[in-house]
Nanobody, 127 residues
Framework: QVQLVESGGGLVQAGGSLRLSCAAS????????MAWFRQAPGKEREFVAH????????NYRNSVKGRFTISRDNAKNTVYLQMNNLKSEDTATYYC????????????????????WGQGTQVTVSS
């Protein structure tokens, strides 16, 4: 059983930055593809960023490319999401997910393919 705990959310002004962390326990972290998703009130959970198990491949939704960076530290069992130049439309609850599934280059991960989720961390961007 894998447990994921997100942290780092908060209230920030537009143009500001936040760094989210997701600490994993249980399982073998280095075997898991990891991803960040987000969900705004009344909307479906949407893909934000993905990183492969070996960190050799990353993928982002178009609207965050050039602003967000996903990374991982397998020695610390942690995945990060550095978010710069935040916009009001980035406001949402951010969740990290893990799966042993690998994704093809360019494939957009679907939330249903992830086995474990954290409890979420709220990001609010004021304009």
């Amino acid at each position: 059983q894998v447990q994921l705990v997100e942290s780092g959310g908060g209230l920030v002004q537009a143009g500001g930055s936040l760094r989210l962390s997701c600490a994993a326990s249980g399982g073998t972290f280095s075997r898991y593809s990891m991803a960040w998703f987000r969900q705004a009130p009344g909307k479906e959970r949407e893909f934000v960023a993905h990183i492969s198990a070996s960190a050799s491949y990353t993928n982002y939704r178009n609207s965050v490319k050039g602003r967000f960076t996903i990374s991982r530290d397998n020695a610390k069992n942690t995945v990060y999401l550095q978010m710069n130049n935040l916009k009001s439309e980035d406001t949402a609850t951010y969740y990290c997910g893990s799966t042993e599934r690998a994704f093809r280059i360019g494939q957009v991960p679907d939330p249903s393919t992830f086995d474990y989720w954290g409890q979420g961390t709220q990001v609010t961007v004021s304009s």
